[in-house]
């Protein structure tokens, strides 16, 4: 079993980050926000970020918003429109990290998330 750090050091390494980063480039904004980050899947050993995940996963309006990626309920009533893609779908969940991307529109109000399952990288 990995632990949390080890996780950490391997993605810095590629350059991936373990929390939320904005990536937007010029050309999207302001009409598009672009997030990115790493983390390990549900159903994996890891204990940071695991959580998270599965809520992403099953309830992603939450997640986001309590990230700050998308506007709170206070803020916004209006519910954003989030559909997901899966790359590897077929991949079951255990001992996987995820690489998540979230491109969130500000008009209409729609986010699209891609999620990556991928094997843990070997050290």
Known sequence: M???DTLKDMYS???VPTDWQELTPDTMAPAFKLWYRA??????D???GSEYAEWLIHDPVAALRDSGIISSA????EEPHI???VVNHEKTLNRLIMFAMVVVSTNPKT???TIVKEGAPED
């Open 13 to 15: 390494r590629r350059g």
């Open 74 to 77: 206070e803020e916004d009533a």
């Open 83 to 85: 559909s997901t893609m």
């Open 39 to 44: 983390l390990p899947s549900p159903k994996s």
């Open 46 to 48: 890891f204990v940071d």
């Open 2 to 4: 990995l632990d949390d």
């Open 111 to 113: 986010v699209g998330i």
